[in-house]
């Protein structure tokens, strides 16, 4: 069972900001990683498949990085619409496993 | 346009039986692994399985396994998520989500149900 650790579990950012976000597994999970957006009451987003292919509509202020067992999710200047959680998904051979989330607050 | 409409939010008590439903339109059903996700009161997302509706092919995350089923009717495209016997640690709120083309990752999910267990 494939574990993925994600941090930080709280990030406090101003608008304008670079913030990064890390998952790490713990075996390797090749580029087989989605990173999501959820805002409170409601379902999560998509944003970033295959480590670093960005979905169709999402802003190209995200992007994504990483292969094996350490990724990274980086907004390159932070909006206010971003301040959410974010969660990474490991899906490889039929399984799948979220982090356990990041918040990201206003600072 | 790809929808997932799950049903309505359920109140239960300790013990008893439910199966929560997701109808799924504006793609193929049947070819498109379809799976649920749990998220607890103010915690994070848990992936707990998923089913490839073509021919009911299941995959349950282990600490899931023997806990709910998974099922689909593929001829009212609807996807279910079913209990035999509820626990107040059931209370969540649960989404179901259509997999990308042959892969696992969510790339459309419904609005979420929510389930609340108490005696």
């Known amino acids: 069972d494939i574990q993925m650790t994600q941090s930080p579990s709280t990030l406090s950012a101003s608008v304008g900001d670079r913030v990064t976000i890390t998952c790490r597994a713990s075996q390797s999970i090749s580029r087989w990683l989605a990173w999501y957006q959820q805002k409170p009451g409601k379902a999560p987003k998509l944003l970033i498949y295959e480590a670093s292919r960005l979905e169709s509509g999402v802003p190209s202020r995200f992007s994504g990085s990483g292969s094996g067992t350490e990724f990274t999710l980086t907004i390159s200047s932070l909006q206010p619409d971003d301040f959410a959680a974010y969660y990474c998904l490991q899906y490889n051979n039929f399984s799948g496993k979220f982090g356990q989330g990041t918040k990201v607050e206003i600072k | 346009e790809v929808q997932l409409v799950q049903s309505g939010a359920e109140v239960k008590k300790p013990g008893e039986s439910l199966r929560i439903s997701c109808k799924a339109s504006?793609?193929?059903?049947?070819?498109?692994?379809i799976g649920w996700v749990r998220q607890m009161p103010g915690k994070g997302l848990e992936w707990m399985g998923i089913i490839y509706p073509d021919d009911s092919d299941t995959r349950y995350s282990p600490s899931f396994q023997g806990q709910v089923s998974i099922s689909v009717d593929k001829s009212i495209s609807t996807a279910y998520l079913q209990w035999g016997s509820l626990q107040a640690s059931d209370t969540a709120m649960y989404y179901c989500?259509?997999?990308?083309?042959?892969?696992?990752?969510?790339?459309?999910w419904g609005q979420g149900t929510l389930v609340t267990v108490s005696s």
């Open positions: 504006g793609y193929s059903f049947s070819t498109y692994w």
């Open positions: 989500a259509k997999s990308a083309s042959g892969v696992y990752y969510f790339d459309y």
